[in-house]
C-alpha cells in the first residue's frame, strides 16, 4: 500500500509501461491521492497533445482517479491564464508528458503557474510527475540535446536552464537504451556543481521530499557525483576534443534502492544480498 | 619522438585511424623498433585474414618497417607449427587485428605461441597490439559478446576466459561508441577483482609495463573501479533484473592522462588544466 504523497516529485526515464501493471504511474497515482485525486495531464511538450493527453486521461480514469484534467496550454506564457491556474489549483497531482523540454521549458518558465506549482510542492500538496522531457526540465540545468556515439566530449551536450523542480540534479533520460552516459558525463563536465542522474526507461526516481529518492521499475538509476573531482580539462578542451574527468563517484540504482542526494550517500541496501566484500 | 618498446602492451578500441596521421599504429611502429621493426600481423580473429593482413601490411611497410609478415594461422592450434613459431621468434611486434575475440582466443589459448609470447613480453624483447577484438582477448576475463540498449543486468555480457596479457584488466572496446557502459559494468558485477576498462574507437590504452599505461588518440578511456563497492545484488539477481552496484570509483581519461592501475590511481596530471574545485 502506497501512502497519499509519498512521492511529491517522480522523474521517469520515458517509455513508462501504460499497459501492464503500470507500477510508475500506479504510484504517481496513489501518491496523489489515489482514488481522491484530481490529475491534471500538462502535454504541452508533445507536438500532438491531444494524443497525449487523451492516452493518460484513459489511464488515470481506469485507475480511478476522482477527476483528470487535460491542461492543454498550447503557446508560451497562455498557462498563467485564469482557467489554466484555477485548474492547477484544483489538481492533486501534474503530469508532464514526454516531447520537447525546450518546448516545455518555453511554454511554462517564468510563469504564475511554474510558482504556484513550486509553492504547492514546498506545502505538500501537490505531486508532480515528468517522463522523458517532463524529467529533463526539473533540474535548475537541462539537457536540451545533444548526440551519442561519441567520447564524453564539450558539442557532445545541448545545456540551457531548466524549470529547477528539483534544482540540484542534472537529469538525462533514456538513460542506457540510448547511450547516454557520454553526453551525461559532458553535461556534469560543465557543471561539476549538480548531481548527474541518469534514468532509464520504465524507471523512476521518486523523490521523497527529504532529500532521498528511492527507484521504481524495471531499469536502473545511474548516480554521476563529480563532488571528489580531482581533475578535468574542460575548461581547457577544444569544443570537439575528449574530456577528462577524474575521481567520479558513480552509482548504479535498481528498483528498491535509495539515495540521499544531499549527503550523496546512498541509503543502507534493505534488500537484495550484502556485498562479499 | 617515442622509444623503443615504450608501449610493450597496447589496447585499441577498434577502427583506429589507418589513413590519415596514424598516430596510434605510429607508436605501436615504433615501439616495435621503428625502422628496425619486424612486424607481424595476426589477422586469424577475422573472416577475412587476407584482407585484414593485407591492409595491415601495407600501412607498416609505408611506415617503413624493416620487415612485416602476416601469421595466417588458420585453425587452432595451427600456431605451434614450427613456420609460425619461427615467425614469432624473428619479430619485435605482433599487431592481434579485428574480428571475433572468440574465433581468436580458440586459435591461440593453451598454445607454445602464447606462451612464448608472455615470456618475451616480460623479457621486454616484444611489442603486442590487439585492436577491437585483439583488445578483448588481453584479459583474463573477457567479453565474449552480449548486447546494448538495456539496463545492467547478469543476462547483457557474455563472459570467458581471455589470453591474459594483461590478467588485471577486463576490457571492453567501441565502448561510447556502440553503447557499451551497461555491458562493461554487468561485466564488472560478475568480476569485482578487475578493473574495467572501456576503450573509445581510435584509441589506445598504451601500457608501459611498470603498471602504468598512457591514453593516446581521439576518445576516451573509461575506467570502472569495484575496489570500494559497498553492495551489489549480482548474487541474488534474476538474470535480466536490473543490477545494483554501489560506490564505484569511474575515470574518463584523455590523452596523455596516465592511470596507475596496481595502485588504482590516476597520476596526477601534467597537461591540461587544473580542476577549479
Chains 1, 2 share one sequence.
Not at 557520454?182 to 526516481?205: F, M, Q, V, W
Not at 557525483?225 to 552509482?251: G, I, K, M, Q, W
Request: proline share 5%; net charge neutral; glycine share 10%.
Amino acid at each position: 500500500m502506497v501512502n497519499p504523497t509519498q512521492y511529491p516529485v517522480m522523474v521517469i526515464g520515458g517509455a513508462e509501461d501504460k499497459v501492464g501493471p503500470r507500477s510508475i504511474l500506479t504510484n504517481f497515482f496513489k501518491s496523489a491521492g489515489g482514488a481522491q485525486a484530481t490529475i491534471g495531464i500538462v502535454p504541452c511538450a508533445s507536438q500532438e497533445p491531444s494524443v497525449v493527453g487523451n492516452r493518460y486521461t484513459r489511464i488515470f480514469s481506469e485507475l480511478k482517479a476522482k477527476s483528470v484534467k487535460v491542461l492543454d496550454i498550447r503557446r508560451p506564457q497562455e498557462c498563467d491564464q485564469d482557467g489554466w491556474l484555477q485548474a492547477l489549483d484544483s489538481c492533486t497531482g501534474i503530469f508532464l508528458s514526454g516531447g520537447d523540454q525546450v518546448r516545455l521549458f518555453e511554454f511554462i518558465r517564468n510563469s504564475t503557474f511554474a510558482t504556484t506549482l513550486k509553492k504547492r510542492l514546498n506545502l505538500g500538496t501537490l505531486v508532480l510527475a515528468g517522463t522523458s522531457a517532463g524529467a529533463a526540465v526539473m533540474g535548475e540545468k537541462m539537457i536540451s540535446g545533444g548526440s551519442s556515439g561519441e567520447s564524453p566530449n564539450r558539442g557532445l551536450v545541448d545545456l540551457m536552464d531548466g524549470l529547477g523542480f528539483v534544482p540540484e540534479v542534472l537529469v538525462d533520460q533514456h538513460f542506457h537504451n540510448r547511450n547516454r552516459m557520454a553526453r551525461l558525463l559532458s553535461a556534469i563536465a560543465a557543471n561539476p556543481d549538480k548531481l548527474g542522474i541518469g534514468i532509464d526507461e520504465d524507471t523512476c526516481a521518486a523523490f521523497k521530499g527529504d532529500g532521498t529518492f528511492e527507484v521504481i521499475g524495471k531499469g536502473t538509476v545511474t548516480i554521476i557525483d563529480p563532488r571528489e573531482l580531482t581533475h578535468t580539462n574542460y575548461r581547457s578542451s577544444a569544443p570537439t576534443s575528449p574530456l577528462s574527468l577524474h575521481d567520479l563517484r558513480v552509482h548504479i540504482l535498481s528498483e528498491g534502492d535509495e539515495y540521499d542526494y544531499r549527503r550523496r550517500s546512498v541509503c543502507m541496501p534493505t534488500h537484495g544480498m550484502v556485498s562479499h566484500f
